[in-house]
């Protein structure tokens, strides 16, 4: 018996495609604030890179939020990325936290109560981009174990006034600390909790393109002493016993065009309307796309229709041709 792995292989390459995204993400985030940068799915650095099923998934995982036709990062998706790419730990990144935090220290000091400042303020104080300080502070990134000793927004006044506590004494080290055991932590349980749920969700949807499982039937084959188990998903991927019977037409294994052979003929023996036989030269081109190898043989094939010879054979072409997913909306 060979083994099945259609289901690990789709999975690992899901995970791939998981981390590029959030590498693409924060590249085009830069500096800017999580809040008002968008990302286009059908546009670089992002389409033909990221699946759709990948878009989906980040949604369902709330690492990611859908803004109309476009998608920004959570303050959640914002530590995971940053996470994933290494940055939280770069030398970069903790001298930037370093003169965040020299600027917060700064009018903490002398007071006997929290402070409470303009982002902007912060921003031209510690030289770092507003849009930056504002994914720290939003993302609680600048939070340590006792939440009461990070910085936040002042009375919801998100992204605009920041509230720095009295008893505010972070270091840069604090703020790798939170970022790394404490955020990563919950990150992780939620992580593993999505991973199950995800799993279990998967077992119902076809492991490339996602589309929902439709039918399992079983069949008894009396000759062979066996049972077998079909499940089929509503884009034809269909399984037997686990095993890959037909394939997805979205997926690595659906046959190239190259596989198959397109010679249109002049449909025969057809009637018009009114049961009279139309001429040869009025009759539609017709093209049954023909297989070469053995996965070709294994589709069912539609044939295609045309006026002349060209259109048939390109109409054929289509009907058997690896589909690309598209965004819906
Ligand atoms: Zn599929």
Redesign the pocket.
């Known amino acids: 018996m060979k083994v099945n792995n259609a289901m690990t292989v789709g999975k690992e390459h899901r995970t791939e495609n998981h981390k590029t995204a959030f590498r693409l993400m924060l590249g085009e985030l830069g500096d800017r604030a999580m809040d008002t940068a968008f990302f286009d799915s059908e546009k670089p650095p992002f389409n033909g890179q990221v699946l759709r099923m990948t878009w989906e998934e980040l949604v369902r995982q709330g690492r990611v939020a859908v803004v109309g036709s476009l998608y920004r990062l959570t303050p959640d998706g914002w530590l995971v990325a940053l996470e994933i790419s290494g940055d939280a730990q770069s030398k970069n990144y903790q001298e930037r936290v370093g003169h965040m935090l020299a600027a917060m220290k700064h009018h903490v000091k002398p007071r006997k109560e929290s402070a409470i400042l303009p982002l902007r303020q912060l921003a031209d104080e510690s030289g770092e981009p507003e849009g930056w300080i504002f994914n720290i502070i939003e993302s609680r990134a600048g939070t340590s174990e006792d939440q009461r000793t990070g910085a936040r927004w002042y009375a919801g006044e998100k992204g605009r006034l920041v509230e720095i506590p009295v008893d505010f004494n972070l270091e840069p080290i604090d703020l790798t600390v939170a970022l790394t055991e404490r955020h990563l932590q919950r990150i992780r349980k939620l992580e593993g909790r999505l991973a199950e749920l995800e799993e279990e969700r998967q077992e119902f949807h076809?492991p490339?393109?996602?589309?929902q499982l439709s039918e399992v039937h079983q069949q008894d084959y009396i000759e062979e002493h066996c049972i077998v188990t079909y499940e089929i998903?509503t884009?034809?991927?269909t399984t037997a016993d686990g095993f890959e019977e037909q394939p997805?037409?979205?997926?690595p294994n659906w046959p190239t065009l190259d596989e198959f052979a397109f010679v249109a003929e002049r449909e025969k023996s057809t009637l018009n309307g009114f049961g009279i036989a139309i001429k040869e030269e009025d009759s539609r081109w017709v093209c049954w796309p023909t297989a070469k190898t053995p996965r070709a043989r294994r589709i069912h094939a539609q044939p295609g229709f045309g006026r002349t010879k060209g259109e048939a054979e390109e109409a054929a072409q289509k009907t058997v041709a690896r589909k690309e997913k598209k965004r819906e909306s």
Do not use: K, L, R, V
């Not at 490339?208 to 589309?211: E, H, P, Q, S």
């Not at 997805?248 to 997926?251: A, H, M, R, S, V």
């Open positions: 076809c490339y393109c996602d589309a998903f884009c034809g991927y997805c037409p979205y997926g």
